[in-house]
Every structure is written in C-alpha cells, then in structure tokens.
C-alpha cells in the first residue's frame, strides 16, 4: 500500500474544513462566534497568517488561508485556534473515554480536511464554494443575509455583486 506525505507548502495558499465533534443540531461556532475570532486573533497576532476567506457556520466552518513566506506550519496554527476557543467557553460537551485518556474536550474533530490551492480556478472555486455555503446547507435564502461570512467584504471589494448566487458547478460541491 502506498502512503502519502501531506502537502505542505511554504506561503501556499490553502482551504480549509474544520468540524465540531458532535455536528448535529449544534449551534456553538455561531452561539460563541466573539470567542471564535477571539481564537483567531489571538493565533494570528502569534503566527501570522492572512484569512482570505472565511464562513462560520452553526457546526462547521470552511476558510481559505494564505500563509507566510517560508511558513507552512497551518496545524499549528489550528492546533492553537481550537484550543484557544475550547478553554474561552463553558464545559458542558460530551466527553468519550479516548478523549478523557488525552485530557481532550469533546469540542472539534480531531482531523481537519485540508486541500493546497494550485492556481486561481481553483482559489475562485473554493471562494464560491464557501460563500455559497449558509445558502447549501439551508442557512439563508441569499448568500448576503448570512451574518458570519467574508462575503461582505468580498462584495465591497467589488468581486461580488451583493445578490450573487452561485453557478450549478459550485451548488453541487461537497468539500467536506
């Protein structure tokens, strides 16, 4: 069997999927959101590194990093955020026997889904797919009344028009 090393690659550009451990009818990222970007924040000012994008939903969110020249540590980094965000809120998450074993919270999912950009295609569809996200998973009607989303900015930019929809390619992704 062959084994693959992760892709790593200094001042790249990446996506990212990062999930609560208990996903279902779970509000904590968007109830504790001030102590999410707390979390960032802080590991930002730590261990630079450039949100390009970003959408915060109940359980789950999705971002596209830039990181420094020379730098590809990112898991550090979400080491740092998750850990930062799970001591900043209330213990009240279930806590399985593995987790106890490692002093672990019960909060994220241990593993995250990474995927390194390879040009702008690619960056501009995962752009899409993150902005379009809230709508997918029956957040919002429209992409702009979603209140936790870089789409904001992106449309001040002038790369979004404000009642932007996605095209059927990117309504039918699943990068989770």
């Known amino acids: 069997m062959r084994t693959y090393k992760r892709l790593h690659v200094p001042g790249g550009c990446y996506f990212f999927t990062v999930n609560l ?5 779970n509000d904590l990222l968007i109830r504790h959101v001030d102590n999410l970007r707390a979390a960032f924040r802080q590991v930002r000012s730590d261990h630079p590194f450039t949100i390009d994008a970003i959408v915060i939903l109940p359980e789950h969110l999705h971002c596209i990093w ?12 979400w080491r740092l955020i998750k850990s930062h965000f799970s001591r900043s809120i209330p213990d009240a998450e279930f806590i399985s026997r593995s987790r106890l074993r490692k002093q672990e919270r019960g909060i994220w999912q241990r ?3 990474e995927h390194w950009i390879r040009d702008d295609q690619d960056y501009r569809n995962h752009l899409d797919y993150i902005h379009y996200n809230p709508v997918k998973h029956g957040l919002v009607q429209k992409v702009k009344d979603w ?3 870089s789409f904001h900015r992106w449309v ?3 790369v979004y028009p404000e009642n932007w929809a996605a095209s059927p390619e990117i309504e039918d992704c699943d990068w989770e």
């Open 111 to 113: 593993r995250y889904w």
């Open 147 to 149: 209140p936790y989303s």
């Open 66 to 77: 830039q990181m420094p020249p020379h730098d590809h540590d990112y898991s550090v980094r």
């Open 156 to 158: 001040k930019r002038g």
């Open 21 to 25: 451990a208990e996903r279902r009818h």
